[in-house]
């Protein structure tokens, strides 16, 4: 697949940890969310859970605030997994990636 720019507005929080994808009736996907930023996350996939740009997702994830649960759109896919835009974020997950940020120098996320 051809790599594209990506082109962010917001700091990205080099993070890795686990995540869960609920698609519809296709059930459940795991992955790993190799870095997150205030709209949205990148998550590595194999090439069998792939998906395409459009389709929404339910994302599951931990971190120091608890279990996010965030509804997301998938807005680029390539030969590595597939970046998603959250399509809702509340307080908490605001809160939590602000100080994901602050405990990453050089970070700019507000």
Known sequence: ???RPENRTEKRIL???NV???KGGNGLLGGRIR???GN???IELTPEQRMKP?????????THFGLHIVPSRVVRVDDSGSAMAFTRRDERLTAALAR???EEPGSTLA
């Open 20 to 22: 869960v994808l609920h």
């Open 54 to 62: 459009g389709d929404t997702v339910r994302l599951a994830f931990k």
């Open 40 to 42: 949205g996350i990148y």
């Open 35 to 37: 870095n997150i930023s």
């Open 100 to 102: 994901m940020s602050r």
């Open 15 to 17: 993070r890795t940890m």
């Open 1 to 3: 697949m051809e790599q």
